[in-house]
């Protein structure tokens, strides 16, 4: 909307939709800087191709579309900043520029643009990489081992303790290692402290709802405990199915992801709760290694289903609160008369 | 105290200084001379009730809250046997305190004409209202716990406070609410048999050098008030009403103050004309006072899809504009309601007519 003249209200909140997204930019910083401890510079050259490539290809959708470009919209940013930290820090080139050119093109704008995309794009980029080249995203080189910063890596690479549970065998990294996320994993993601840092700040700052990271967290870390699939202690599953898996991080970064976020409390709740269902039951049943990606997917398209019978039960809610609140009154005023 | 979990924002209030600074006025030279002739006596222990009402029809003493005549509204509360009568100077939008002020700098005239309203209505109990916001330390002014010996009630919790003081005092029995500043009239119109020929308005705003409250005739301009109160520079665009529900005046020179303008507000043009698309947070939804989903309103206005709006019950929004002071994107969500509203309603009367 182009605002030419002011509209009441003349006093508006000092936070923007740069502020907002610039928060989670934040967030996401600390992830860059963990990642860069592991891998070095390859860590954030592919951030940079990443995002690059987002950006420009945001642009480039938009200006397509015939409308002026919103150049203090940086969901794209946001977007390109998440895509490579789920990979491993030795994906090729080519594979982070594509998901995040899928995740913009293909999924941002043909589903709708901004605030109103049907899927999350972030998560499709990454379903879309996983599906594709499965064994470059999935395949990872060994923390410091310094990764060449440019060009193809093949050697030295295996795959991580994700692969060990999903096999259902326990892996046999030390506890402590996978607490500070020293082993083979996405190069962003594995430092849980780090992640946890995250989720307090963004919930802090009021850029992301408490309602669907809490179910979702809630009934993940519950299920965790309660029915490892490895044979394994209820805690001791939870340490290793949280260090090793994406959900952590898809809880803070995709799940809330505005979009494609039910507006209302209620709604949200059910949309955490629906999203840690799928996430289990692919686990389970699913036929790769991280899961979350593809449960939100999934997930995501009952996002507006929920906020329809949100709405629907809010709507019979008032009226039988109206129609007691006269009636209420009505009965007063007859006592008194 | 229930008004602390309500839904709304919390908003920085803005009243200093023009709330602490003594009333002043601004009459034109008429103002003398508008008196009215009755053979009623100038004393309100002597007067009936139906000689209140006569009086104050006499006066044609307009109610500043909701523009209704103030005897047709005594006249309504008297036959709907209302047992309660709140004088209204809750004031919850910031910057104005067109209420509030001449309620503490005039106590005399304000709480003898709350006696007589509810004289006039036949006896029921008395109350003040003044809004308290969660944020209001920035008052520097100590509000009294009563005004000539009327109560003063604290309508509690985020704004819009207005809209909700009526379920504050429904324990109490019917309440009607009677605006601070036409109960002044009703004093002068029964001691003075006066005209009301002028109305309360506060001067504010980044712009305004001494923001104060003001009496000034009814049809002065704004342009008139900011000579009174001296400008600190050019306005970026005048106000009209409150800083969240009020309108922009595009002629300051000619535009007549009346009373339901209650503040005239100078301010700058600090808001960057920046453009945003909706980032769907939800954040609106979070804080409509009616519980509303205001994103899907504003979709579906923008769709043009205005058959889905009964559906999210768009005609219960109140104009508050919480929506638009919170949206990130800072879209105006209220403007485009009140906007589709009118045409759902020329829709309507289309139909009708056919
Ligand atoms: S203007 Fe209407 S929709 Fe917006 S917050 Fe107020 S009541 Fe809700
Ligand atoms: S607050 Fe603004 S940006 Fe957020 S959902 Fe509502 S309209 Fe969209």
Known sequence: MLQNEPKAPYVRNRDSAFTVMMDVVVALLPLYFMAFYFYGLRALMLGLASVAAAVISDLACVLLEGKRPYPRDISSVVTGMILPLMMSAATPYYVVVSASVFAIVLVKHVFGGVGQSAFNPA??????????????????????????????????????PAWSLFQGGVPTNDILDLLLGKFLGP??????????????????????GWQAPAAFFGIMVVAMMLFPRIPESGPMSLVYESTAGMWIFGGIFMLNEPGTLPKRSSSRIAYGALAAIFTILFQRFGRVEQTFAFALLLTNVFGFTFDRYSERLLRRLR????ATRTKLSEKKSAQRA | MAGNFTRGIILEQRKEPALRRKLRTFLNANYAGMLFDSDLPYDGAALSGEQIIELAKLARIVDERDGVFLHEKLEKARQMKIEVV?????????????????????QKETGEGLRLAAKAVGNPKIYFAIYKNLSDM??????????DGVEIRRIHGRYPAEFRTMDDFDSDG????????????????????RIQSTCFVTVAGGCVANPMNLEVSIGMTPTHLFERCGLAEDPGYVVIGGSMTGEICEDPDN????????????????????????????????????????????RYIELEKYQELAFYDIHRCIGCGTCSYICPAKIDIAENIKLAVAELRRRRRQKEGD
């Open chain 1, 319 to 322: 009226r039988v609160y109206l």
């Open chain 1, 187 to 208: 190069m962003g993601l594995t430092n849980i402290l780090v992640l946890a840092t995250c989720l307090f700040y963004l919930l802090f700052r009021g850029a992301i």
């Open chain 2, 86 to 106: 709140v004088g209204d100077a809750i004031d919850d939008e910031p910057y104005v305190s067109s209420q509030m002020n001449p309620l503490l700098f005039m």
């Open chain 2, 174 to 193: 019917p309440t009607v609410m009677i605006g601070v500043c036409s109960l002044i009239h009703l004093y002068r119109a029964v001691y003075e048999h």
């Open chain 2, 255 to 298: 535009y007549p103050v009346g009373t339901m303008s209650r503040a005239v507000l100078a301010l700058r043009d600090e808001e960057k004309k920046r453009r945003y698309r909706c980032i769907g947070c939800g954040r609106c939804a979070e804080v409509c006072p009616e519980n509303l989903t205001p994103f899907y309103i504003n």
């Open chain 2, 138 to 147: 920035d008052l520097k002014t100590k509000l009294p716990k009563d005004i």
């Open chain 1, 123 to 160: 998560a499709a980029g990454f379903a879309f990489a996983a599906a594709c080249w499965p064994s470059q995203v999935f395949s990872y080189p060994a923390p410091f081992s310094s990764p060449a910063p440019f060009g193809a890596i093949t050697e030295g690479l295996a795959s991580g």
